[in-house]
């Protein structure tokens, strides 16, 4: 449905406050039209011809990759931006000393001049969503206006939206219950002048990505990049409603979660927080190289876990596909992903274009003699520069997936069993420890830390603390998020909440290379994560908590030698020692806000340190 932007009262909703938003927001951005997104296949076969027509889009080969578009960003347009990310709560001690401040009203004053006719000459997309399941006790709605058709189709693979969920929220209005919903606002920020030509990928300079936490509301201007851009996706789903869930008692997590099911039959769910490129998507979709076992996923990247009336805590994924790293996928490390993508119905940014008509990216088989680069430049295997940035990535619908669990669509969630933190580090950390308690695990994953890669922009491979893989993503004070965590194993019984482990894939030997083969191998440690679960498996007792034995993790088949093993399990003293002026001054920075419990976490490891 579209109407002339003078004419949005007769918007196709019931829905007064929205319909009175879009109105206010079409009169400040001033756009050409406004079209409110059904999510029907007719929709998106408009959508994604008319980004054709633009050039954004390259439509792929059908045969190879059906209903499926090849775009390429502008090149200072390639991933989150942290610096220009900010958490504008009321009161400047509620974003704390991680995030970006900046008071509302000033905020707001600067991008409504940026917003002032951002939209004219184009389209705005009003876009209805639901973060979660539909059918949830309490649906997380959303409602996304941009002005990039980019955006909105991506928007349509990676949540649940269109006349279905506006029809939803009416219904619930209509029965007398309290509508609420995220107003999430986006603008490419580059308005066209009568005549004026497009380019394919329309951007700005300044860039703004801003969380209003008490409003729950999301203003967005300048960037078309997923994280940036996708707005129910980091911003609504990580960042507001991490603040949803601190005052309401549940956690907002960047985790995946999976289904693992032993030989036995026995079912287990797992979840984990790894910072940004580091393994979720990977992992989540595990092809265990051990015989017998299973896995199944349930999400790659964002976890929502609320305590059930059982005592246990219980986790949904609220996206709708899998906006993953290409770099690096193939038929060996991820053959579900690979199978997701080759059914089709995805959008490919950042990476090579080939000459029949696929993508092709750095780590994938068959590498193409000849390819359109990402920057649009000719590419054969012998340039010196990539083929794809690093930060490339597939959009693809979540129901693709061939491993996809039937508790996906559960609006109640799975059990989890086990928490697993991870971040890419070439020394100090072991390939797997498990945390004494809930209190030591809180500990762990308020001093990860990781090597920085290339989903933000910035330097890459600068060890940095990444709290819970949430750095970028907390949006409040995280002391308070420590706080919120360890009030979670307070109030809760211990014996029902998940086991705790710290894992790292990403240990480096003298000579470089990774000691652990990683990906599929990989189903050795969730192996012995569950058999310590379920108290078979042994474990040394070391000043970071328990690690494998060298006969508990099974290497059975494996090709590395019981020293290279030994390695990746090592604890070394003098390397921890090492960490903690480190973690002293993370810890510092909170002040107040740290609870003193972690303190006492610090105080003992320096103790059994020097034991
Ligand atoms: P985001 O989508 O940014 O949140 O990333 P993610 O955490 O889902 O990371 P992903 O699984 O996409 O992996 C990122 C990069 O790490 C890819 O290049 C992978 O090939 C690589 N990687 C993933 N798992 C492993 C592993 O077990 N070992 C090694 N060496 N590399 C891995
Ligand atoms: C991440 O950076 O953690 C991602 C990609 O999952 S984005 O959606 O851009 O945040
Ligand atoms: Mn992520």
């Given at each position: 449905m579209?109407a002339?932007?003078?004419?949005?009262?007769?918007?196709?909703t019931t829905l007064?406050?929205?319909?009175?938003?879009?109105?206010?927001?079409?009169?400040?951005?001033?756009?050409?039209d406004?079209?409110w997104?059904t999510?029907?296949?007719?929709?998106?076969?408009?959508?994604?011809?008319?980004?054709v027509?633009?050039?954004?889009?390259?439509k792929?080969?059908?045969?190879k990759?059906?209903n499926?578009?090849?775009?390429?960003?502008d090149?200072?347009?390639?991933?989150?931006?942290?610096?220009r990310?900010?958490i504008?709560?009321?009161?400047?001690k509620?974003c704390?000393?991680?995030?970006?401040w900046?008071?509302?009203a000033?905020?707001?004053?600067i991008?409504r001049?940026?917003?002032?006719?951002?939209?004219a000459g184009?389209?705005?997309?009003?876009i209805?969503?639901?973060?979660g399941?539909?059918e949830?006790e309490?649906p997380?709605?959303?409602?996304e206006?941009?002005d990039?058709a980019?955006v909105?189709?991506?928007m349509r693979?990676m949540?649940?939206?269109?006349?279905?969920?506006l029809?939803?929220?009416?219904?619930?209005k209509?029965?007398g219950e309290?509508v609420?919903w995220?107003?999430?606002?986006?603008?490419v920020?580059?308005p066209?002048?009568?005549?004026?030509?497009?380019v394919k990928?329309?951007c700005?300079?300044?860039?703004?990505?801003v969380?209003?936490?008490e409003e729950?509301?999301?203003?967005s201007?300048?960037?078309?990049y997923?994280?940036?851009?996708?707005?129910g996706k980091?911003c609504?789903?990580?960042?507001?409603?991490?603040?949803?869930?601190r005052d309401?008692g549940?956690l907002?997590?960047?985790?995946?979660i999976?289904?693992l099911t032993?030989?036995q039959?026995?079912?287990?769910?797992?979840?984990a927080?790894?910072?940004?490129?580091?393994?979720?998507?990977n992992?989540a979709?595990?092809?265990?190289?051990i015989?017998g076992w299973k896995?199944?996923s349930?999400?790659?990247?964002?976890?929502?876990?609320?305590?059930?009336?059982?005592g246990r805590l219980?986790a949904v994924n609220?996206e709708y596909?899998?906006?993953?790293?290409?770099p690096?996928?193939?038929?060996?490390?991820?053959?579900n992903?690979m199978k997701?993508?080759?059914?089709?119905?995805?959008?490919f940014?950042?990476?090579a274009?080939t000459?029949d008509g696929d993508?092709?990216?750095?780590?994938?088989e068959?590498?193409?003699?000849?390819?359109t680069s990402?920057?649009?430049?000719?590419?054969?295997p012998?340039?010196?520069?990539l083929?794809?940035?690093?930060?490339s990535r597939?959009c693809t619908?979540i129901?693709?997936c061939?491993?996809?669990a039937d508790e996906?669509?559960?609006?109640?969630?799975?059990?989890?069993?086990?928490?697993?933190?991870?971040?890419r580090?070439?020394?100090?950390?072991?390939?797997?420890?498990?945390?004494?308690?809930?209190?030591h695990?809180?500990?762990?994953?308020?001093?990860?830390?990781?090597e920085t890669?290339?989903?933000?922009t910035g330097?890459?491979g600068v060890v940095r603390?990444?709290?819970?893989?949430m750095?970028?993503f907390?949006?409040?004070n995280?002391?308070?998020?420590?706080?919120?965590w360890?009030t979670?194993?307070?109030?809760n019984?211990?014996?029902?909440?998940?086991k705790i482990?710290?894992v790292?894939?990403?240990?480096?030997?003298?000579?470089?290379?990774?000691?652990?083969?990683g990906?599929?191998?990989?189903s050795?440690?969730?192996?012995?994560v569950?058999?310590?679960?379920?108290?078979?498996?042994?474990?040394v007792?070391?000043?970071?908590?328990?690690?494998p034995t060298p006969?508990?993790?099974?290497?059975?088949g494996?090709?590395?030698?019981p020293?290279?093993v030994?390695?990746a399990?090592?604890v070394?003293?003098?390397?921890?020692?090492?960490e903690?002026?480190?973690?002293?001054?993370?810890?510092?920075k909170?002040g107040?806000?740290l609870?003193t419990v972690l303190?006492?976490?610090?105080?003992g490891?320096k103790?059994?340190l020097?034991?």
């Amino acid at each position: 449905m579209t109407a002339d932007a003078t004419t949005a009262p007769t918007a196709p909703t019931t829905l007064t406050e929205l319909r009175s938003w879009v109105e206010e927001v079409a009169a400040l951005a001033k756009p050409r039209d406004i079209h409110w997104c059904t999510g029907s296949d007719e929709e998106w076969s408009e959508l994604t011809d008319a980004l054709v027509a633009t050039g954004t889009f390259v439509k792929l080969d059908e045969a190879k990759k059906p209903n499926s578009f090849y775009a390429a960003s502008d090149p200072t347009d390639v991933a989150r931006v942290e610096d220009r990310t900010y958490i504008c709560s009321v009161d400047e001690k509620d974003c704390g000393p991680t995030n970006n401040w900046m008071a509302p009203a000033e905020m707001k004053a600067i991008m409504r001049k940026l917003y002032d006719g951002c939209m004219a000459g184009r389209t705005m997309y009003v876009i209805p969503f639901v973060m979660g399941h539909l059918e949830a006790e309490k649906p997380m709605f959303g409602v996304e206006i941009t002005d990039s058709a980019y955006v909105t189709a991506s928007m349509r693979v990676m949540a649940r939206m269109g006349t279905h969920v506006l029809r939803r929220m009416e219904e619930l209005k209509d029965a007398g219950e309290e509508v609420a919903w995220v107003p999430a606002l986006h603008s490419v920020g580059m308005p066209l002048v009568e005549g004026q030509a497009d380019v394919k990928w329309p951007c700005n300079d300044t860039k703004y990505i801003v969380q209003f936490p008490e409003e729950r509301m999301i203003w967005s201007y300048g960037s078309g990049y997923g994280g940036n851009a996708l707005l129910g996706k980091k911003c609504y789903a990580l960042r507001i409603a991490s603040v949803m869930a601190r005052d309401e008692g549940w956690l907002a997590e960047h985790m995946l979660i999976l289904k693992l099911t032993s030989p036995q039959g026995v079912t287990k769910y797992v979840a984990a927080a790894f910072p940004s490129a580091c393994g979720k998507t990977n992992l989540a979709m595990l092809a265990p190289t051990i015989p017998g076992w299973k896995v199944e996923s349930i999400g790659d990247d964002i976890a929502w876990m609320r305590i059930g009336e059982d005592g246990r805590l219980w986790a949904v994924n609220p996206e709708y596909g899998f906006f993953g790293v290409a770099p690096g996928t193939n038929e060996h490390t991820n053959p579900n992903a690979m199978k997701t993508i080759n059914i089709g119905n995805s959008v490919f940014t950042n990476v090579a274009l080939t000459e029949d008509g696929d993508v092709w990216w750095e780590g994938l088989e068959n590498p193409p003699a000849h390819a359109t680069s990402w920057k649009g430049e000719p590419w054969t295997p012998e340039s010196e520069e990539l083929s794809s940035h690093p930060n490339s990535r597939y959009c693809t619908p979540i129901k693709q997936c061939p491993i996809l669990a039937d508790e996906y669509d559960d609006p109640r969630g799975v059990p989890i069993d086990a928490i697993l933190f991870g971040g890419r580090r070439k020394t100090t950390i072991p390939l797997v420890t498990e945390a004494r308690d809930w209190v030591h695990g809180t500990f762990m994953g308020a001093t990860l830390s990781s090597e920085t890669t290339a989903a933000a922009t910035g330097a890459v491979g600068v060890v940095r603390r990444d709290p819970m893989a949430m750095l970028p993503f907390i949006g409040y004070n995280a002391g308070d998020y420590f706080n919120h965590w360890i009030t979670v194993g307070k109030d809760n019984d211990a014996a029902k909440l998940p086991k705790i482990f710290y894992v790292n894939w990403f240990r480096r030997d003298d000579e470089g290379g990774f000691l652990w083969p990683g990906f599929g191998e990989n189903s050795r440690v969730l192996k012995w994560v569950i058999e310590r679960i379920d108290g078979q498996a042994e474990a040394v007792e070391t000043p970071i908590g328990h690690v494998p034995t060298p006969e508990s993790l099974d290497i059975e088949g494996l090709d590395l030698t019981p020293e290279q093993v030994a390695q990746a399990l090592a604890v070394d003293v003098e390397e921890w020692k090492a960490e903690i002026p480190g973690i002293t001054e993370w810890f510092e920075k909170f002040g107040e806000q740290l609870p003193t419990v972690l303190w006492t976490e610090l105080d003992g490891l320096k103790a059994r340190l020097d034991a």
